[in-house]
């Protein structure tokens, strides 16, 4: 999950199974364990072990069915930039994605734009993803972030992430309950639909995971070096205004704001053989340590945010261990400054393009 959702979870996070088991051998010797111990265990097993058959279902043969609930909860949003932008993203991830894990093309993922307004994406089992409405709006729908979102969530459906989550995070004494009222898959499968969207199903380590196999993805699929770093220096520069809104109520387990700003801000420096950084505190691009430019302020985002998408293309000059010459600098036809094929920046809001110009020419 990218984001926590203000609704609440209809169920609670309780202690897990094998909590359960390393507490009944410290507090039991094993002489106590009379048979009713033993049944209550078995019963228990019982229970994970229907809860498991349901999960496979819904990852495999039941996903497409899954799906179709999915919708009837979330409702399907027809919007048509929205929907472009989720399928052309969408398309170039998993075609990337495939390169390097085939296992993509036997569970391809199932996607749409749903109804919530408020800030989020999720995966959940089977491969199935949604990407709220509410989503495009804060990122100016801009592609290259909306990408960084979309590509950490299939991190986490190619890590399995929210079984994962599933099998730690349902109660004993929910599974219990519906075994033991009759209730099987079908009330079953409605528990798990209901858990969708919990923070408590994603762990620290997972986002941590799901953030670095995103990186990989987005790269792997063209899209801009420094989108995550802007993504995240996105939601610092409206931190304010989204406090009380619910967009940034990020929950104590998970990686901060600047953390993942920081950490993608390092990937932009590393993708660029160590030649390209951001200063954090001034937004000053450097090249070889070097300052490049400080990007200002733009009515669509702010100056920082611009910062980490140019160094992002000045990054990919760099990979490789290519060396780019002053010769290489141009600005196009349509007031792009590029360095070879590589787009680096739009110059329409620089104030001196010329001195930006012949500044990059005198760093390579």
């Not at 229970?47 to 799906?67: C, I, P, S, T, V």
């Not at 949003?77 to 994605?97: C, F, G, K, P, W």
């Not at 491969?127 to 990408?147: D, K, Q, R, T, W």
């Amino acid at each position: 999950m990218f984001i926590h959702r203000t609704k609440r979870t209809l169920l609670a996070a309780a202690a897990v199974l094998g909590l359960s088991f390393c507490t009944m051998a410290e507090t039991a010797p094993v002489q106590a364990i009379d048979i009713g111990t033993i049944g209550t265990i078995a019963q228990a097993g019982a229970y994970y072990a229907q809860l498991n058959q349901q999960l496979n279902y819904l990852d495999n043969e039941g996903r497409d069915d899954y799906m179709k609930q999915i919708k009837a909860k979330y409702g399907v949003n027809n919007d048509y930039q929205a929907n472009a932008m989720t399928e052309r993203v969408m398309t170039r991830l998993s075609n990337a994605i495939a390169k390097t894990d085939p296992s993509i093309l036997k569970k391809p993922y199932n996607y749409f734009v749903n109804n919530d307004t408020s800030f989020n994406a999720f995966c959940t089992i089977g491969h199935n993803m949604s990407v709220n409405i509410g989503l495009f709006e804060p990122l100016n729908y801009n592609e290259n972030e909306v990408a960084f979102v979309l590509a950490h969530e299939m991190g986490h459906g190619q890590k399995n992430h929210a079984i994962s989550g599933v099998k730690k995070r349902m109660p004993l004494d929910l599974l219990a309950t519906i075994y033991g009222s009759g209730g099987g898959a079908a009330q079953l499968g409605a528990a798990i639909l209901d858990q969708i969207g919990s923070a408590k199903l994603v762990t620290k380590p997972m986002e941590k995971e799901a953030d670095a196999l995103g990186f990989q993805y987005a790269v792997a699929a063209g899209y801009n070096v420094g989108g995550g770093a802007a993504l995240w220096q996105r939601f610092l520069d409206k931190e304010k205004d989204v406090q009380t809104s619910g967009i940034m109520e990020l929950f104590n387990d998970h990686p901060t704001t600047v953390s993942r700003r920081d950490t993608y801000s390092a990937d932009i420096t590393k993708w660029s053989n160590n030649v390209v950084a951001v200063n954090k505190d001034t937004g000053m691009i450097t090249i070889r340590k070097k300052d490049f430019y400080q990007p200002q302020d733009i009515p669509s985002m702010s100056g920082k945010e611009r910062a980490y998408l140019i160094a992002g293309n000045l990054s990919a000059v760099y990979h490789n261990n290519a060396k780019p010459s002053s010769g290489d600098v141009h600005v196009d036809g349509n007031n792009i400054l590029c360095v070879g094929q590589q787009q680096i920046m739009d110059l329409s809001p620089v104030q001196n393009p010329s001195e930006v110009t012949n500044t990059l020419k005198k760093l390579l």
